[in-house]
């Protein structure tokens, strides 16, 4: 019993050193410009200019800033804010095209970053 769970140990671990390696993906973070009391960017529109730009967007999901505030006014910025998951490769076409990676909002030390949330 011991040797059989030796062997299949080996072979799981032979099996998880495969030669091939994928590019992780890269995410990304775009502000949706929405103001407040204004219709907001749909996810599809926005997603649209990566796809037109020859990006593959992976996954997409609304979010919003965490850790800042902005006057709750109509017409002042919004913190929302709207993801698109991309093949890292590609992250310098997206960021020619406005495009930010989500990491710049994160700062522990001042408390910022972002949540996911519905759209």
Request: glycine share 10%.
């Amino acid at each position: 019993m011991k040797i059989r769970h030796i062997l299949y140990s080996g072979i799981f671990l032979l099996a998880a050193c495969g030669s091939e390696t994928s590019a992780p993906d890269g995410i990304l973070v775009f502000a949706d410009g929405a103001l407040q009391c204004e219709p907001k960017i749909s996810i599809e529109s926005n997603a649209q200019l990566l796809t037109a730009a020859g990006i593959e967007v992976l996954q997409s999901s609304c979010g919003v800033k965490t850790g800042v505030s902005v006057a709750s006014v109509c017409g002042a910025p919004s913190l929302n804010i709207l993801i698109h998951e991309i093949p890292a490769a590609k992250l310098q076409d997206a960021e020619r095209l406005g495009f930010h990676e989500v990491g710049v909002l994160v700062d522990e030390a001042a408390g910022t970053g972002y949540e996911l949330t519905d759209c």
